[in-house]
């Protein structure tokens, strides 16, 4: 029997500062509790593996994805002790993708050569901008010049599968210095570029004093960045795999593939998520509840031996817990799987699901095909480029329930 693809995401939930549109789980944090907190996850890991041990064989892990935070905060040992574990507990994939999360500034010559040896084998750089004012107005901890050194850094080690995340329609942003951010990332000759739009989150610094911020980039300076994007880096060799992800050929990233396609995916971490044999949870979001339950005491792994689908071990181990019903499952095939250019397989959907595409979605896949923001050519369900542009109200329309 063929392997199953299993995804590993380990989430390290600390930084040097916290960026002011971040609403992610991260948090400065000292030395000794970053200790305490990789222990715990591998315990963490440790009791994983053991209450899935049968189902688990079945499955051979092709990504490991260390992301945060900022994981190169971390002593570069604690990053090799994690993947070691991971190696030792799970099947692993001689050719696994491998990424650690770093930020320009976090990285010198000791830990991407730990890194590399420890079989590391992808990169994946925050810069956002080339404009270091835009850089430290979005609260960021280092400078272009910076962010060359630490690529300089990991080229040099050996590293020849690297990303670059940049950001568009920040504060004070102009489509001049967008572009100008977009032709330096272009000279750095790197293999992914990830470009994301600023989404203002609740809860943020940003959010909160948005007022003492220059002004947002208006709608048609949005669409600007995005169009130049595209244009530029097909023009540079990129393929546009995802609304916003481009890879030189042979560098498409697994580990975003993998929440497109809804391959399996074990999350480890406070905080981190899951989608497990249809059921997605998400752990505990309390860096000190999460040390307190898998620090490898006897009372704490007597407290939590049953079984993952034991209520009571749910609701202390787990923010969430739910078991995806069809119709869920659905949804989720087409609102992600439509965020890949290539879109989704009408023949996949129906050898799932024991339906066709058309008999659950017709309606509203003839109401965007006869608008021309979705394109049904063949087997092939994907979206429009001015699709695309409105890709958020589209998705929406795809929900069952």
Known sequence: MKNKQLGIYVHIPFCVRKCIYCDFLSAPCTRAVQEKYVEAML??????????????????????FFGGGTPSVLEAEWI????????????????????VECNPGTIDEHKAQVYFDSGVNRISFGLQSANNTELQMLGRIHTFEEFEESLRIVKAAGFTNINVDLMSAIPGQTVISYKNTVQKVLACDVQHISSYSLIIEEGTYLEEHLEEFPPLPDEDAEREMYAYTKQALQEAGYQQYEISNYAKPGFVCRHNLSYWERTDYLGFGVGAASLFEECRYTNLSDIEQYIQLYTPTETILEAVCNTVKDTKTQSERYAEWRVLSKEEQMEEFMFLGLRKIEGVSQRAFEKKFQVSMQEVYGTVLDKYQKNGLLIIDGDAVYLAPHGIEVSNVIMADFLLT
């Open 43 to 64: 315990g963490e890991m440790q009791q994983v593996a053991e209450e899935q041990a049968e189902i688990l064989q079945k499955y051979q892990v092709f990504s490991i």
């Open 80 to 99: 090799a002790k994690i993947l070691l574990k991971i190696r030792q507990l799970f099947r692993v994939s001689e050719d696994a993708e491998i990424t």
